[in-house]
C-alpha cells in the first residue's frame, strides 16, 4: 500500500509565497513521476504541475513564472514552491505520484491540502 501525505498549505496574502511538501510511503520500487493538482469550489481538479523523475517538468499556463515544482528522490518527496500567489489559486492542492510497487503500475492520490490567498 502506498500512500501520499501533503503539508504546507494554509492562509496566505496576495502576492506571498507557500511551500507544499508530498512524501511518499509505503512499499515503493521508483517513482516515474510526481505532480500536484488542484480544486478549487465548483471546478474540476486540474493540472498544476508535474515533474519525471529525470527531472523534467510541465506547468499550467496560469502558473507559469510562479510555481516551481522539485523532488528529492531519496526521500520520496515531491515540492511545490508557490510565489506571487494570487486570489484565483485558492484550492485544495492534491499531490499525485506514479508508483511502481508489487502491483500493478497506477497513480496515488494524497487527500489534499487547502491553499486560501486573501486580496
Known amino acids: 500500500q502506498v500512500q501520499l501525505v501533503e503539508s504546507g498549505g494554509g492562509l496566505v496574502q496576495a502576492g506571498g509565497s507557500l511551500r507544499l511538501s508530498c512524501v511518499a510511503s509505503?512499499?515503493?520500487?521508483?517513482?516515474?513521476?510526481m505532480g500536484w493538482y488542484r480544486q478549487s469550489l465548483g471546478k474540476q481538479r486540474e493540472l498544476v504541475a508535474r515533474?519525471?523523475?529525470?527531472?523534467?517538468?510541465n506547468y499550467a499556463d496560469s502558473v507559469k513564472g510562479r510555481f516551481t515544482i522539485s523532488r528529492d528522490n531519496a526521500k520520496n518527496t515531491v515540492y511545490l514552491q508557490m510565489s506571487s500567489l494570487k486570489p484565483e489559486d485558492t484550492a485544495v492542492y492534491y499531490c499525485?505520484?506514479?508508483?511502481?510497487?508489487?502491483?500493478?503500475?497506477?497513480?496515488?492520490w494524497g487527500k489534499g491540502t487547502l491553499v486560501t490567498v486573501s486580496s
Open positions: 499525485s505520484a506514479l508508483v511502481v510497487t508489487n502491483r500493478p503500475l497506477m497513480d496515488y
Open positions: 515533474i519525471t523523475g529525470g527531472d523534467r517538468t
Open positions: 509505503g512499499t515503493i520500487f521508483s517513482i516515474p513521476s
